[in-house]
């Protein structure tokens, strides 16, 4: 067993895969939240299953000097895209985040990644740890809060005005490639293509990523659904979402990109 399969096998270890990633080819994923599933949102698409804490307070959860040992341990980067910041929960919470990608990017020079629920981008330390990631997914997947909270399920003390000004403030002050993602959960109305259209203006991403819960959602957390890993069968129960069809999906992105000319990127139905 090499280094890499290695880590997809340890139930412990923060940097897992490589998994193959729809947007950004073979992802060699690093975890700065460990192993009690952690973040600000309790979406009701999670592949990790339900959120074991919920919370926006920051705080150190891996030490980066571990993220580093892993890491180092790998025998090679050659068959790795890029490296993404993700995992058990919402990257953001790490107090740490600065550090693990400058180290990631010493160690393996490859493009690093982190998706976010934009819930902290309204802090400065946050925007300012952003800047050493060469690409930043932030997630939005409702326009109005009704849909919002139904959808992300937020701690109770965040509001969708103060993450669309945070992504806003994020725009201004960033210069890697920043992308929207999107979970398509059902087909859009008119009014509601209509409204992501003029939020996505305001917004200036560089790409647009449409996403749809075409994977069971475990129930329970699931630590093996980190990144887009198949979760394992007889390892609990799962609910499968009702999914878009790719027609659907693919004629919003047409009207997407058409009227906003910003590329935007499609889950590839089949195989997400
Ligand atoms: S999908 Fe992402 S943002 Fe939503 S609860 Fe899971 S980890 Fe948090």
């Known amino acids: ?8 096998n340890s139930h412990r270890s923060f940097v897992y895969g490589p998994v193959k990633s729809w947007r950004f080819g073979q992802s060699l994923g690093i975890d700065p939240i460990g192993e009690v599933s952690t973040c600000s949102f309790n979406c009701i698409y999670c592949q990790l299953g339900q959120m074991e804490v919920q919370t926006l307070q920051r705080q150190i959860f891996v030490p980066t000097s571990s993220i580093a040992e892993e890491l180092r341990s790998l025998a090679s980067y050659e068959q790795i895209d890029v490296v993404t910041i993700s995992g058990s929960g919402e990257p953001t919470l790490a107090l ?57 399920r937020p701690v109770e003390t965040i509001n969708l005005p103060d993450i669309l000004a945070g992504i806003v403030k994020l725009r201004r002050e960033y210069s890697g490639t920043l992308a929207i993602q999107t979970m398509v959960l059902s087909p859009w109305t008119t009014e509601m293509l209509e409204d992501y259209i003029q939020l996505l203006q305001r917004l200036r991403p560089d790409e647009i990523h449409l996403n749809v819960p075409s994977r069971p959602r475990a129930l329970v957390r699931q630590l093996d659904a980190r990144g887009n890993n198949a979760v394992k069968s007889g390892c609990g129960d799962f609910r499968q979402l009702p999914c878009v069809s790719a027609d659907v999906l693919s004629i919003l992105a047409d009207a997407i990109q058409t009227t906003t000319k910003i590329p935007v990127r499609c889950v590839p139905i089949a195989l997400s």
Do not use: Y
């Open 1 to 8: 067993m090499n280094a890499i399969e290695s880590a997809q």
């Open 96 to 152: 740490n985040l600065e550090e693990i990608l400058a180290i990631a990017k010493q160690l393996t020079r490859l493009p690093t990644i982190v998706l976010t629920n934009s819930t902290l981008l309204g802090d400065r330390m946050v925007r300012q740890a952003l800047r050493f990631a060469d690409i930043v997914a932030v997630k939005l997947d409702a326009i109005s809060s009704h849909q919002w909270q139904r959808i992300n």
